[in-house]
């Protein structure tokens, strides 16, 4: 059984920057995709970022892409995402997932086996 913590989320004003942190235990982090995924108020959870663990494969959402990274420490079992320049729009809580060992980085929710309980990000305008 995977566990995963979150932590980086606040309140930012738009233009800045924040990196949130994705803390992995009870598992094998090598061995798992993992993904970062994002949820507003009223919207359904949306994919937002993967690292594949085959080969470091990245994928951005169109809506981060040039302005969030995402990057993995296998020593410290953690993943992060980097997020610069933020608008209001990335207003939303973020959470963590992982997949079992893929080559490609899914998109779909319902593609990664665990989640970790999210942390919020609010950008004000």
């Known amino acids: 059984q995977v566990q995963l913590v979150e932590s980086g989320g606040g309140l930012v004003q738009a233009g800045g920057s924040l990196r949130l942190s994705c803390a992995a235990s009870?598992?094998?982090?090598?061995?798992?995709?993992m993904g970062w995924f994002r949820q507003a108020p009223g919207k359904e959870r949306e994919f937002v970022s993967g690292l594949s663990w085959y080969g470091s494969n990245t994928h951005y959402a169109d809506a981060v892409k040039g302005r969030f990274t995402i990057s993995r420490d296998s020593a410290k079992n953690t993943v992060y995402l980097q997020m610069n320049s933020l608008k209001p729009d990335d207003t939303a809580v973020y959470y963590c997932?992982?997949?079992?060992?893929?080559?490609?980085?899914?998109?779909?929710?319902?593609?990664?086996?665990?989640w970790g309980q999210g942390t919020e990000v609010t950008v004000s305008s």
């Open positions: 009870g598992g094998t982090f090598s061995r798992y995709t």
């Open positions: 997932a992982a997949a079992a060992a893929t080559v490609v980085v899914p998109t779909l929710r319902s593609s990664y086996d665990y």
